[in-house]
């Protein structure tokens, strides 16, 4: 999709993802250009008084009460990027990246940070050339904003600094040359205008609440699966069960589920009178609670993230009259709250996952199915290992949970008192979904394994065409082999979707 920015109209999560994690080109609208030029007039009166105007004619942060003759105000945002772009550590992803510049764009386009519209389209350039500022993991307390991620975005977008260009990391000011795109030189206000945002938070939450509505769907894939599998009764399932608790993501997971089994001569052939387990387990029976309040988790998630994309955050801030305004809205704290709130169902997803796939490998719950699903037990170790694997990922998924929100460290001179943390929630939660994508993978190819065993009796139809998407892949049972590559196949499979492709080529969408 081509994304055009129009001043008043929010980006989408789908269009966030569409040009951070699949390059769709990025447009700005002839109005939104016109209301950009209207507002700097505001910002260049301001500017031209001789009282001092916070971000416009003074030091910034704690260094607010010196003013700033005019001739010393290009200096002046240029020092302010160059000493913020302060990051150290791994390098951030290239799609974080992405969406941090597109929402921080989105947010000069409502004429509320005064930035001018050669500045705007500056960030446009970037983005559509490919162009991707280098940013470290460490540099944000989530609060003023995405301080230094950001900051090497407008360091970039000044000619200066590092940035990768197809996979190759070169100097900024050689690859704007290359795309032919004029660095910029910042104006009064601009400096605090580009790095003054929440954006790297709110595009970490984007990508994941994507990223989890595609990994919700797996986990009613492959707890169908492992039902399946494992001998269970689809009983639980049932609507009218449902309905009886009507908590919306159960519902939709339950449902899934449904489907998911549907034709199932697995499932049809213990059902009835002479099928004497009560009950299944609990991490078969409840597989839709579980996934359901993930559901449930990210629609709250998305709610906030909305709410944020229609901000236009920034300190001060320019209102429509002209007046400028210092405020607290770059504090993260309302996406902080969420990105840590999403990874304790994403680690309980996983775990629930785990004891599935355990009980897979254990013969004396497994009814039926040999050890470890090995091919000669004893000599062979089958799945053994992968699992734990997958248990040592659910342990760390248990680490991840923990919040980062509820830490605080005061910095610029006890000015900046109280920060929410946020980046960091955002790059644990980003660990912690990579994480239960290897978790779903790794009871996908047990799961699979174990309903090749099953035969001759056959899984249903959807489960059945999952079992041969991996079998592109991944080989059936047999003798020992190394995993470790098969393992990466099947956690390829579920990242791209593939799998869920396959399925719902079945069933239709799943909820």
């Known amino acids: 999709m081509d994304v055009v920015l129009e001043a008043g109209r929010p980006l989408t999560e789908a269009e966030v ?11 700005i609208s002839a109005a939104s250009l016109e209301q950009l030029q209207t507002a ?5 009166a301001l500017a031209a008084s001789a009282t001092p105007v916070y971000g416009i004619s003074t030091g910034f942060g704690a260094l607010a009460t010196r003013h700033i003759p005019a001739d010393l105000r290009t200096q002046l945002q240029r ?3 160059r000493s913020h772009a302060a990051s150290s550590g791994d390098e951030v992803a290239i799609e974080v990246v992405r969406g941090m510049m597109l929402l921080r764009l989105q947010t000069m386009t409502t004429g509320r940070t005064g930035v001018r519209p050669e500045t705007a389209s500056a960030y446009a350039g970037l983005i559509n050339a490919g162009i991707t500022p280098v940013v470290r993991e460490f540099g944000s307390l989530g609060c003023s904003g995405d301080l230094a991620p950001l900051a090497h975005a407008a360091l970039a977008v000044m000619g200066e600094g590092d940035v990768r260009v197809g996979g190759t990391t070169t100097a900024a000011a050689d690859a704007l ?22 954006d790297g938070m709110l595009a970490m939450l984007m990508l994941a609440c994507a990223d989890l509505d595609r990994l919700a769907r797996t986990a009613d894939l492959t707890a169908a699966m492992s039902l399946e599998a494992l001998l269970g009764t689809d009983r639980v399932l049932a609507d009218d069960l449902m309905a009886m608790r009507p908590q919306r993501g159960q519902g939709l997971a339950a449902a899934n589920m449904r489907r998911l089994l549907e034709g199932s001569a697995i499932v049809a052939s213990h059902r009835g009178p002479e099928d004497m387990r009560v009950q299944d387990a609990y991490s ?7 996934a359901g309040g993930l559901r449930d988790t990210v629609a709250h998630a998305r709610v906030v993230a909305a709410r944020e994309a229609a901000s236009a955050i920034d300190n001060p801030v320019l209102l429509a009259d002209g007046r400028l305004e210092s405020n607290g809205n770059f504090h993260g704290a309302p996406l902080a709250y969420v990105l840590d709130f999403l990874a304790i169902p994403t680690a309980d997803l996983a775990s629930i996952s785990e004891r599935r796939t355990d009980r897979m490998l254990d013969p004396s719950r497994s009814h039926g199915l040999p050890a470890f699903l090995a091919h000669d037990p004893g000599v062979d170790s089958g799945l053994m290992i992968a699992h734990y694997t997958q248990a040592g ?11 980062a929100s509820v830490d605080s460290i005061p910095t610029s001179a006890m000015q900046e008192d109280h920060v929410s943390m946020g980046w960091a ?11 239960l994508t290897r978790v779903l993978a790794i009871e996908l190819m047990t799961a699979a394994r174990a309903l090749d065993l099953r035969r001759p009796l056959d899984a249903a139809p959807a489960t059945a065409a999952a079992v041969a998407a991996l079998r592109t892949v991944v080989p059936g049972p047999g003798a020992d082999r190394y995993l470790t590559p098969e393992i990466e196949a099947a956690v390829s499979l579920v ?3 593939a799998v869920l492709s396959a399925v719902e080529a079945v069933t239709g969408p799943l909820e």
């Open 17 to 27: 993802v569409a040009v951070a994690r699949h390059d769709a080109p990025v447009g």
């Open 40 to 44: 700097r007039a505001h910002v260049d």
């Open 79 to 81: 020092s302010l990027v």
């Open 177 to 198: 040359t290359s795309a032919g795109i004029a660095p910029v030189v910042l104006a009064e206000k601009e400096g605090l205008a580009l790095i003054n945002g929440t």
């Open 284 to 290: 078969v029976r409840c597989a839709p609670q579980v």
């Open 393 to 403: 990922l659910v342990s760390e998924l248990k680490r991840l949970a923990v919040p």
């Open 425 to 435: 929630a955002g790059h644990k939660l980003r660990r912690a979904v990579d994480a």
């Open 495 to 497: 990242r791209s979707g």
